[in-house]
């Protein structure tokens, strides 16, 4: 596919904010068929509204406490007024570029321990690249793999079911529409050598072609009501659901649940162990930060991930599974 016009516009985020810790996560593993691109300042992903599909490039052109962003969107046609307005809308709240955080900087400030960590990413926004479609079909091959399995898996996935977009002499993936699957037959996907996750993404692109789940309609749910309604997905428990809560829908009180993988990289950053229970770990920090627990969970998640880029860091290396 590709992206021969374009259009740019700017927009002002809520005040303070942080570009490259907003749009970089490194966290999130790196496929070999790039989705998202970074550099300093700027940003390049595809981003798909309904069903179109484009490609966003975004560049810092302020600061943290006067924040600004160009935006050039690339698509395969002109797009009209109420087009570009309902795109717009989009980017504001996957990215949280209006989330009011005065509330959870006041709370960070006390935190003596690691308010340097809050202080130097202040302004980050947890974001929802993708569709919930995208995030689920991401989760699930993250699913008991390590992180290179997932990325084969992806890699495949994307080679073979999603969308090559060239743009501006780059080049960028996407991952298919649902309805892409619905003449796919579970062998098919397994024959991409992904296991048993090939029933899951079949039933769950089904769900999807069915209309089952409504994701502008879960935005305005509360926290329970969203939950429920999302682990009638196929393949998706109490723990998918808790984990999209807060990558997809902006709840950012969800730290209820701690895998042991997590446990294991949570003990050694708030308490300098090998391991801490659970249960304690998540008592302590629902203490701490209350109705912001997950939040600032994914500020200090993050930073050891952006340290992780310019150090190496022997226990998280062992705990990552790479």
């Given at each position: 596919?590709k992206?021969?016009?374009?259009?740019s516009f700017?927009?002002?985020?809520k005040?303070p904010?942080h570009?490259d810790?907003?749009?970089?996560?490194?966290?999130?593993?790196?496929?070999k068929?790039?989705?998202?691109?970074?550099?300093?300042?700027?940003?390049?992903?595809t981003f798909?509204?309904?069903?179109?599909?484009?490609?966003l490039?975004?560049?810092?052109?302020?600061t943290t406490f006067?924040?600004?962003?160009?935006?050039?969107?690339?698509?395969?046609?002109p797009?009209n007024?109420k087009e570009?307005?309902?795109?717009?809308?989009?980017?504001i709240?996957?990215?949280?570029l209006?989330i009011?955080l005065?509330?959870?900087?006041?709370?960070?400030?006390?935190?003596r321990?690691?308010?340097?960590?809050?202080k130097?990413?202040?302004?980050m926004?947890?974001v929802?690249?993708?569709t919930?479609y995208?995030?689920?079909i991401?989760?699930?091959?993250?699913?008991?793999?390590?992180?290179r399995?997932s990325?084969?898996m992806?890699?495949?996935?994307l080679k073979?079911f999603?969308?090559?977009?060239?743009f501006?002499?780059?080049?960028l993936?996407?991952?298919?529409?649902?309805?892409?699957l619905?003449?796919?037959s579970e062998k098919e996907?397994?024959?991409?050598?992904?296991?048993?996750?090939?029933k899951f993404?079949?039933?769950?692109s089904q769900?999807?072609?069915?209309?089952?789940i409504?994701e502008k309609?879960l935005?305005n749910l509360?926290k329970?009501?969203c939950?429920?309604?999302?682990?009638?997905?196929?393949?998706v428990g109490?723990?998918?659901?808790?984990i999209?809560?807060f990558e997809?829908?902006?709840?950012f009180d969800?730290?209820d649940?701690?895998?042991?993988?997590?446990?294991?990289?949570?003990?050694?950053?708030f308490?300098?162990?090998?391991?801490?229970?659970?249960e304690?770990?998540c008592k302590?920090?629902l203490k701490?930060?209350g109705?912001?627990?997950?939040?600032?969970?994914?500020?200090i998640?993050?930073?050891?991930?952006?340290?992780?880029r310019n150090?190496?860091i022997p226990?998280l290396?062992?705990?990552i599974?790479?």
């Amino acid at each position: 596919m590709k992206l021969d016009y374009k259009k740019s516009f700017f927009l002002c985020p809520k005040s303070p904010f942080h570009f490259d810790g907003t749009f970089y996560k490194p966290s999130h593993f790196p496929n070999k068929l790039k989705m998202e691109e970074w550099e300093p300042g700027k940003y390049w992903q595809t981003f798909r509204v309904d069903k179109e599909l484009f490609v966003l490039q975004v560049e810092n052109k302020g600061t943290t406490f006067k924040p600004k962003i160009k935006i050039t969107l690339y698509s395969q046609k002109p797009l009209n007024k109420k087009e570009l307005e309902k795109i717009k809308q989009e980017i504001i709240w996957r990215f949280e570029l209006d989330i009011d955080l005065k509330e959870f900087n006041k709370l960070a400030k006390k935190d003596r321990r690691f308010y340097p960590v809050f202080k130097k990413w202040m302004g980050m926004r947890n974001v929802s690249k993708n569709t919930l479609y995208e995030l689920l079909i991401i989760a699930i091959v993250l699913q008991n793999a390590t992180v290179r399995r997932s990325q084969q898996m992806l890699d495949a996935l994307l080679k073979k079911f999603g969308t090559k977009v060239v743009f501006d002499k780059k080049t960028l993936w996407a991952i298919w529409l649902p309805e892409r699957l619905k003449n796919v037959s579970e062998k098919e996907l397994r024959d991409l050598k992904i296991g048993y996750r090939a029933k899951f993404i079949k039933r769950l692109s089904q769900d999807f072609i069915e209309g089952k789940i409504d994701e502008k309609h879960l935005r305005n749910l509360e926290k329970e009501a969203c939950k429920q309604e999302l682990i009638k997905l196929y393949g998706v428990g109490p723990e998918t659901a808790r984990i999209l809560l807060f990558e997809a829908f902006h709840h950012f009180d969800t730290f209820d649940h701690i895998a042991p993988w997590q446990q294991k990289i949570y003990s050694r950053l708030f308490y300098g162990k090998k391991l801490v229970s659970a249960e304690k770990i998540c008592k302590d920090i629902l203490k701490q930060y209350g109705k912001y627990s997950m939040l600032a969970v994914h500020y200090i998640w993050e930073d050891i991930f952006w340290r992780r880029r310019n150090e190496n860091i022997p226990w998280l290396e062992k705990e990552i599974r790479l």
